[in-house]
C-alpha cells in the first residue's frame, strides 16, 4: 500500500511527467519542493480533484521557474520600493546587515506558502496567476513595512530569529493591502491580461538580446 500522501503523488507525478524524477528524488512532498508542495496541499483541499489539483500544481511550477528568471531583478526592485517608501528603515537594514537574513527569496520561491494564513495566500496567488509575478516585490515591500517597528529595533541578525514564521491575520492583512496599493501606484495595472506582467522598474532592468 502506498502511504504517500495525495499532494507529494501529485509532485511526483509532474515530475515524472517532465522527466525531472531521479533515484536520488525526495519522496516527501515537503523535502522535494517545500513552497509547492505547501501550495498543491491547499489546491487539492480547495479543488478535491486530483486532476484539477494536477493542472493548478503545473502552472505554480511554470510561475515558480519565472520567479527564478527575475529573482535578482525582484530583489532590486524590492529594495528600490523600500528605500522609497521608508528611508529610515531602508537605511537600518543596510545598516544592521539585515538584508541577507530576511528571508524573501524563500517567499517569493514559496508565493508567501510559508508565512501567509490561506485566504490572504489566494489573493496573492490570484494575482500572480494572472501574471502580475511583481506583485509579490510589492507585498513583500507591504510587509517589511507592516512589521517597521519590529524591524527597526532589531539590532542584528539574531534579533531576527522567528520574526517571520507564521503571520497573524493583522499582519498579513495589513502587509497585502499595502503591497497592492504600491503594486497599483507602480504604474501597472494590478491584473495582467497576458505573460507575466512587470513593474517599469523590471522592464527598464531586463536586459534585451
Given at each position: 500500500?502506498?502511504?504517500?500522501?495525495?499532494?507529494?503523488?501529485?509532485?511526483?507525478?509532474?515530475?515524472?511527467?517532465?522527466?525531472?524524477?531521479?533515484?536520488?528524488?525526495?519522496?516527501?512532498?515537503?523535502?522535494?519542493?517545500?513552497?509547492?508542495?505547501?501550495?498543491?496541499?491547499?489546491?487539492?483541499?480547495?479543488?478535491?480533484?486530483?486532476?484539477?489539483?494536477?493542472?493548478?500544481?503545473?502552472?505554480?511550477?511554470?510561475?515558480?521557474?519565472?520567479?527564478?528568471?527575475?529573482?535578482?531583478?525582484?530583489?532590486?526592485?524590492?529594495?528600490?520600493?523600500?528605500?522609497?517608501?521608508?528611508?529610515?528603515?531602508?537605511?537600518?537594514?543596510?545598516?544592521?546587515?539585515?538584508?541577507?537574513?530576511?528571508?524573501?527569496?524563500?517567499?517569493?520561491?514559496?508565493?508567501?506558502?510559508?508565512?501567509?494564513?490561506?485566504?490572504?495566500?489566494?489573493?496573492?496567488?490570484?494575482?500572480?496567476?494572472?501574471?502580475?509575478?511583481?506583485?509579490?516585490?510589492?507585498?513583500?515591500?507591504?510587509?517589511?513595512?507592516?512589521?517597521?517597528?519590529?524591524?527597526?529595533?532589531?539590532?542584528?541578525?539574531?534579533?531576527?530569529?522567528?520574526?517571520?514564521e507564521k503571520l497573524d491575520m493583522g499582519m498579513c492583512e495589513a502587509a497585502?493591502?499595502?503591497?497592492?496599493?504600491?503594486?497599483?501606484?507602480?504604474?501597472?495595472?494590478?491584473?495582467?491580461?497576458?505573460?507575466?506582467?512587470?513593474?517599469?522598474?523590471?522592464?527598464a532592468n531586463t536586459p534585451t538580446e
Amino acid at each position: 500500500s502506498c502511504d504517500l500522501d495525495v499532494p507529494t503523488i501529485l509532485l511526483l507525478t509532474y515530475l515524472l511527467h517532465e522527466r525531472r524524477l531521479l533515484s536520488s528524488t525526495p519522496r516527501e512532498g515537503k523535502l522535494i519542493n517545500p513552497g509547492l508542495y505547501a501550495l498543491t496541499q491547499l489546491m487539492h483541499e480547495i479543488f478535491e480533484d486530483e486532476v484539477e489539483t494536477f493542472w493548478c500544481l503545473t502552472g505554480l511550477a511554470q510561475l515558480q521557474t519565472a520567479v527564478g528568471e527575475q529573482l535578482l531583478l525582484m530583489v532590486q526592485l524590492l529594495q528600490n520600493c523600500l528605500e522609497k517608501e521608508d528611508p529610515t528603515l531602508f537605511e537600518h537594514l543596510q545598516k544592521k546587515e539585515l538584508w541577507p537574513h530576511i528571508p524573501f527569496v524563500a517567499w517569493f520561491n514559496a508565493f508567501f506558502s510559508d508565512i501567509m494564513p490561506d485566504y490572504f495566500l489566494l489573493s496573492v496567488l490570484d494575482r500572480v496567476a494572472a501574471g502580475c509575478l511583481a506583485v509579490m516585490v510589492y507585498v513583500a515591500a507591504g510587509l517589511l513595512l507592516a512589521m517597521r517597528r519590529t524591524l527597526l529595533v532589531c539590532p542584528g541578525p539574531s534579533g531576527l530569529a522567528g520574526q517571520f514564521e507564521k503571520l497573524d491575520m493583522g499582519m498579513c492583512e495589513a502587509a497585502v493591502q499595502r503591497g497592492f496599493t504600491l503594486w497599483e501606484q507602480s504604474g501597472c495595472p494590478l491584473l495582467a491580461k497576458d505573460g507575466i506582467s512587470q513593474s517599469p522598474e523590471l522592464q527598464a532592468n531586463t536586459p534585451t538580446e
